[in-house]
């Protein structure tokens, strides 16, 4: 029935397969090249997607490095503040302390001065003359805060004469509790 014809050279049937195979080939094509450009976009929006998370991270990165370095100043500024307020609180105790101090004193010189007379009488009436002239060596035990020019003014004396009297230098350091002599030897 289906005969070979010598115009086509094929038969009605193989025509029909090369047609439907060229029709699936041009599907199969349509379908790479429509894979190719689902796969060409996936890549250039992810590229960008990664380029936009970069862009946002370097900026999130930049504005924690501000944060930190004011921070940072904040953490240095309060350190200042709080030395400024602990010379303030030891200068105002050292000025309460020094008032008291020049208060007692006062009132030191005072009964000193009260009990001189009485006292000398005794001590003429009851002491030879080898005694009175040997007087006890006086010192003073440095404290907190102290400063030489501060003790030679409480003894009526100046820096440099107390400075002899220990072998110091008026500009060496003194240390709290170093016992400093306060008075010469029979004087």
Same mark, same amino acid.
């Given at each position: ?49 990664? @380029?936009?998370? /970069?862009?946002? !991270? =370097?900026?999130? #990165?930049? +504005? ?6 004011? %921070? ?69 035990? @440095?404290?907190? /805060?102290?400063? !030489? =020019?501060?003790? #030679?003014? +409480? ?6 004469? %107390? ?25």
């Amino acid at each position: 029935m289906a005969e070979d014809t010598p115009d086509s050279g094929k038969n009605i049937m193989d025509e029909a397969v090369d047609m439907v195979r060229a029709d699936l080939n041009q599907k199969n094509q349509r379908k790479d090249r429509l894979l190719l450009r689902y796969i060409g976009g996936l890549l250039i929006l992810t590229t960008l997607l990664a @380029v936009f998370l /970069g862009v946002q !991270l =370097y900026s999130m #990165s930049q +504005q924690l490095n501000e944060m930190a370095a004011k %921070l940072t100043e904040f953490e240095q500024r309060i350190g200042g503040l709080e030395k400024q307020q602990a010379d303030i609180q030891g200068k105002t105790a050292n000025s309460v302390i020094v008032n008291e101090v020049q208060a007692l004193s006062s009132k030191v010189s005072e009964l000193e001065k009260r009990m001189a007379p009485s006292q000398t009488s005794k001590k003429v009436a009851t002491d030879s003359p080898k005694q009175s002239k040997a007087v006890k060596k006086r010192y003073h035990e @440095v404290k907190k /805060g102290e400063t !030489l =020019y501060r003790i #030679s003014k +409480q003894y009526g004396m100046t820096v440099d004469e %107390l400075c002899k009297l220990n072998k110091l230098s008026p500009n060496q350091p003194i240390e709290v509790g170093q016992k400093l002599l306060v008075s010469k030897v029979g004087s």
